[in-house]
């Protein structure tokens, strides 16, 4: 079964950066799409980022597109969230998913499995 374990997150201040981590394991790797997703307190979860099976195709959320940068290490099983410029606003759990299959979007359904999420807070 796969289990998602996510990592890196912390106390940053507004300008700073943060490098998240998703270790994956229990499945072959390359065959999930994977994403990032946040949720701040009493909002709905939002999409972040999203990688393909390969790491050649990305796509991103309108609010951190040009500061955030997703990739992914198929010999290590891992997926990364390289944050910079955060702002306050970034505060939020931050998610990641795993689809088995080619989608990798901002429909929270499409994913089947979930990490339990890492905590960033960005002080303004």
């Known amino acids: 079964q796969v289990q998602l374990v996510e990592s890196g997150g912390g106390l940053v201040q507004a300008g700073g950066s943060l490098r998240l981590s998703c270790a994956f394991t229990?499945?072959?790797?390359?065959?999930?799409?994977m994403g990032w997703f946040r949720q701040a307190q009493g909002k709905e979860r939002e999409f972040v980022a999203g990688?393909?099976?390969?790491?050649?195709?990305?796509r991103y959320g309108d609010s951190v597109e040009g500061r955030f940068t997703i990739s992914r290490d198929n010999t290590n099983n891992k997926m990364y969230l390289q944050m910079n410029s955060l702002k306050y606003e970034d505060t939020a759990v931050y998610y990641c998913?795993?689809?088995?299959?080619?989608?990798?979007?901002?429909?929270?359904?499409?994913?089947?499995?979930w990490g339990r999420g890492t905590q960033v807070t960005v002080s303004s």
């Open positions: 229990g499945r072959t790797f390359s065959n999930y799409a």
């Open positions: 998913a795993a689809n088995f299959g080619p989608y990798f979007g901002s429909e929270r359904n499409s994913y089947e499995r």
């Open positions: 990688v393909s099976r390969s790491g050649k195709n990305t």
